[in-house]
């Protein structure tokens, strides 16, 4: 029996999902109660259904698709690579790797000039995690609630989100801290008040496990998933002379933030610090190709130089994924990807603001660069839409609109993000504000009071 096509002899949409659902598992979900937008093709910064739907891509895919969809130079790249050396096992020296680990070095600020590579950003906080802890002789980790580092069993754990609870118990030595801004908010502090108070905490909780115990704090310089947070103003710099004062480590998980996304090319660039180490992915090939990057500071690196770096990975350094970030970065400098980025946030606050003045669901909107997330709540208080770890049945009817209207993005319980590729245009990136405008209508309805 023929599968179903459609009139150019391809899989029709209904197929491509049932099929899916069938023979695959879908992350972070139950197979049976999801329903994945099926893609044929895309380009830009918009995705096509096989039944010809054009769907706004206002989310990077997964925060990644930095430079947008299927960009020819990218393309034309990859074919040229195919032909050439396609494998090298990871002990090899190879001419992309030299060429990208010293591209690297140049582009990365301070004394992160020496790189170890992965297949993605959770093998990349893995690999941070051996380093800093074989590198300090210490092995607790500092890391916060509202924090996403990776799906796998260690990473997990640093991981702060409700995600762990079902991965529990999982790698020890881990001790998780409240963030700046707590997920139940009080607005009306300033930067000053907020830095202030959680260093003092922080200061506490390090006395209490003992600072010559903990290796290292993990941190994602702009919290992604979990709300794009923006460190307050002072935050960086306080926390950095903090551990510092300690022997602690800073490492800041760039996996999201980095490449662009908040209008610089590093996040922590904002806060004028260098960590000791960074950890990056998604946007170094916007995601074309798989690649992760752990970055080490000079200090750290001389003592891997004398000493065994205990972590390997088959496809460490894979030249084919070293040649796509090649080509990528060059579009990057090229198309001033980054400049634009930080162009368009003033026209996403704009159309934030527009939107929390016309919708009593909206408490706030947050954007820095192209990093961007409305928070809905559910009455004049603007208190969450619903509890931490929580949901509500308009978020479904939400997330069904927008199917319906061609945009796609991603929906965290009590909010809508905004994480277009930074190639996107002032009049496209309005375009998705508009079906967003749109789509509110239906939480507004819910609001209390």
Avoid at 51 to 69: K, T
Avoid at 220 to 232: A, S, W
Avoid at 347 to 353: A, G, H, I, N
Wanted: charged content about 20%; glycine content about 10%.
């Amino acid at each position: 029996m023929s599968e179903p096509t459609t009139p150019t002899g391809k899989m029709t949409s209904q197929q491509m999902i049932e099929d899916c659902q069938r023979y695959s598992l879908y992350s972070w979900s139950a197979t049976g109660k999801v329903s994945p937008l099926p893609v044929e093709r895309a380009e830009g910064v918009y995705l096509y259904t096989p039944d010809g739907q054009r769907v706004l891509d206002f989310n990077s895919q997964l925060m990644s698709v930095n430079i947008g969809h299927s960009h020819p130079k990218v393309v034309k790249a990859m074919q040229d690579a195919a032909t050439g050396l396609i494998f090298a096992y990871p002990g090899a020296a190879t001419e992309v790797r030299a060429r990208l680990s010293k591209r690297l070095a140049e582009l990365t600020p301070g004394h992160l000039n020496t790189f170890f590579y992965t297949l993605g950003g959770a093998e990349a906080n893995e690999s941070a995690i051996k380093a800093v802890r074989l590198y300090s002789g210490r092995q607790k980790i500092l890391s916060r609630y509202r924090s996403y580092h990776g799906g796998t069993n260690a990473t997990l754990q640093l991981t702060g989100d409700n995600r762990r609870w079902a991965n529990e118990p999982g790698m020890p030595g881990v001790i998780r801290v409240m963030d700046p801004r707590p997920y139940r908010f009080k607005f009306g502090e300033t930067d000053e008040e907020i830095v202030e108070n959680n260093l003092t905490y922080l200061s506490e909780v390090i006395d209490y496990e003992g600072p010559h115990t903990i290796a290292a704090m993990f941190i994602e310089t702009v919290t992604g998933t979990n709300g794009i947070l923006p460190p307050p103003k002072g935050y960086l710099q306080g926390l950095k002379a903090l551990l510092d004062q300690h022997g602690i480590l800073l490492v800041c998980d760039e996996v999201m933030a980095g490449w662009g996304r908040t209008g610089k090319r590093y996040a922590f660039e904002h806060g004028d610090i260098v960590p000791d180490v960074c950890t990056m992915a998604k946007g170094l090939t916007s995601s074309y190709v798989p690649l992760g990057c752990m970055a080490v500071s000079d200090k750290i690196a001389d003592y891997f130089r004398e000493n065994v770096f205990w972590g390997g990975l088959t496809y460490n350094a894979h030249p084919y994924c070293l040649a796509v970030a090649m080509a990528v970065l060059d579009v990057m400098e090229d198309e001033d990807l980054v400049g634009n980025a930080a162009r368009m946030e003033g026209v996403m606050r704009r159309e934030m603001d527009r939107l929390a003045a016309k919708h009593p669901s909206v408490a706030e909107g947050r954007a820095i660069g192209l990093f961007g997330t409305l928070d809905l709540c559910k009455n004049s208080e603007k208190q969450p839409l619903c509890g931490y770890g929580g949901s509500h049945p308009v978020m479904g009817q939400l997330g069904a609109f927008f199917r319906r209207e061609g945009l796609f993005t991603f929906l965290r319980p009590s909010g809508i993000m905004c994480n277009p590729p930074l190639s996107i245009t002032e009049e496209q990136l309005c375009e998705g504000f508009e079906i967003i405008d749109r789509g509110l209508d239906l939480v507004d309805a819910v609001v209390e009071g």
